[in-house]
């Protein structure tokens, strides 16, 4: 960009139209919405604190100081600047498995009760709203399941300690997750909600309006996303008892991070705390109860640096794997004695 363009005011021309372009339509509506729900939840936790009503106190509760100080939130920061190297390499594992998933499910069910003659027609809004619950539904149990699975493999559990090695909750933590495990999350985050597509494409609609009406739910998804920010916070918010009920507050997946022992593999859900209701993996916390979050026995000490997030996992599963092939090897070596 030449200066003469710059001081003919074309950069600003520029500058003044890429910024209308992102806060306008959809994207103004995201940026308005992240900002809202963080709005919320700071105004709330903070009416329910005892935190002095000043603006000192205001600051104070938003950014601990003792929180902002912390390695742990040094080492979030890092590796969320990192990960947007690898942004690009999520999106095909997501579109491929549900593609595939799609495929498989809409094939299956024309060999079982034949596939469909008539012409796919458009949704009508009671469908419309219909497929935008059913594929919220999808998503927010295929979240659950990888979760729990994450906690159950033990090779998924050492990619998965990267997230729970976080001492400290500042928003981006969400994002502290191992390149290898955001990508088989991605992968698996495509089979359900791609089988409840396929069964969709086969019964109900033109895949044209799927894609129009695909455009709000990803909406939803990425405003489910964004109370995400707000769970990996210290801000401890219940939505009340019988919103609890159903959805899973803050307040409950800030307790899945506690070093409890009483509090381990608890509350996986994302959205909904239904899943965990239904499969007894719900733990209520006491109100405004805290938390100490990392790994337990002090292992989190050995994730906060950006290089040791990345390779320590890697470190840890090739060990786990030598030490699960070393029975076989023993037992082969005694089998060729005798």
Known sequence: MSIHYALSGGFWAWLLNEARFHVSGTNGLMILTFWGVIAFAVVLTYLRSPAPRSFHGLLAHI???QTLRHPSARADLLFWLSRRIFMPLLVLPTALSTVTAGHCAYTLLGYLVGFPQHAPSP????????????????????????????????????????HHSAEVMVGVTKDRVHPLDEIM?????????????????????????????????YFLRNTILMMDFVRHTHLKLS????????????????????I?????????????????????????????????????EGEAEE???????????????????RRRSQPRAEGLLVSTTD
């Open 63 to 65: 950014l601990p100081p």
């Open 239 to 258: 939505y009340g008892r019988w919103l609890n009920y159903v959805l899973l507050c803050p307040h409950y997946h800030q307790l899945h991070h506690s």
């Open 185 to 217: 999350n991605r992968w698996w985050d495509g089979i359900i909600p791609g089988v409840t597509y396929g069964i969709w494409l086969f019964f109900a609609f033109d895949p044209v309006e799927l894609t129009i009406f695909g455009l709000n739910v």
């Open 123 to 162: 949704l009508t809004p009671w469908e419309l709203i219909a497929f935008t619950v059913t594929m919220f539904l999808a998503y927010d149990l295929s979240y659950y399941t990888y979760h729990l699975l994450q906690h159950r493999v033990p090779v998924l559990w050492e990619l998965h300690k990267v």
């Open 303 to 321: 994730y906060q640096s950006l290089v040791r997030l990345h390779i320590l996992p890697l470190k840890k599963i090739a060990r786990l794997m």
């Open 260 to 296: 409890a022992k009483h509090h381990w593999d608890k509350n996986f859900g994302l959205t909904l705390s239904i899943w965990d209701r239904m499969f007894g993996t719900l733990h209520v916390p006491v109100p405004d109860e805290d938390f100490t979050f990392g790994l337990p």
